[in-house]
């Protein structure tokens, strides 16, 4: 099974091809790790392209998507989810989106990215890399737990403890989303993690305009 695996949850945007199988596991053809900040919308597309040429493919050799669902800034992460639904319905292919935190690191570990407004999401994982608390958002000092980390080493004073910088890897797409891809009728409708509202929110109240 070939598989495009995208993530824009964070601000390092990633699109990788691999290919998966129950018995084999994953071979990552190609991936691209581009630092986009808030310009996800205006990456991704070129970064598919990207991987598919430098595999040899085009998108109709491609058998399911697989995409990060976050928890991540609302519309960064909304790019991602809406593109790997747009592609796959496109298809006609199965569509498998899973926590982006799983995705990072792999083992016992605490997975930390930046949550912007001074917070971190978090989630945590057993020795055999099972997700077993998260995820949520947070203060870094309010956190709590004694690692060891993995992700954005930015918070590591913060935390108290040292952080191993580590990202979302194709790999760990794949790896987090192998029962769905199995069985992909147990995959289920893609619900981005955004875990709080957007920062631009509508105005609770209109002012009126008074007339002269």
């Known amino acids: 099974m070939l598989v495009l695996a995208l993530d824009t949850a ?13 018995e084999n596991g994953t071979a990552v053809l190609a991936e691209r790790a581009v630092p986009s900040g808030n310009r996800h919308a205006e990456l991704l597309t070129p970064a598919i392209q990207g991987v598919l040429a430098d595999a040899g493919r085009v998108m109709g050799d491609v058998d399911a998507v697989v995409t ?11 790019v991602g989810v ?32 930046d949550a912007r407004r001074k917070e971190i999401y978090w989630a945590a994982y057993d020795v055999q890399g099972t997700r077993t608390d998260g995820p949520d958002v947070v203060r ?6 004694p690692g060891p980390f993995v ?11 040292d952080v191993t910088p580590a990202e979302v890897t194709t790999a760990g797409l ?8 199995a069985d992909p009728s147990s995959a289920e409708p893609l619900r981005p993690l955004y875990l709080r509202r957007p ?9 009126g305009v008074s007339q002269a």
């Open 68 to 78: 990060g669902l976050g928890p991540g800034p609302f519309t960064g992460l909304r």
């Open 199 to 207: 920062d631009a929110t509508p105005p609770t109240a209109i002012k």
């Open 140 to 145: 870094p000092e309010e956190l709590g737990r």
């Open 174 to 181: 794949l790896r987090a989303a192998a029962p769905q891809l």
């Open 151 to 161: 992700g954005d080493p930015a918070f590591a004073a913060r935390l108290g403890a």
């Open 82 to 113: 809406v593109t790997a639904a747009a592609l796959a319905d496109a298809r006609g292919i199965p569509v498998i989106g899973v926590c982006s935190l799983d995705g990072i690191g792999s083992g016992e570990r605490t997975v930390v990215t």
């Open 10 to 22: 964070t601000p390092t945007l990633v699109a990788g091809l691999a290919r998966w199988s129950p």
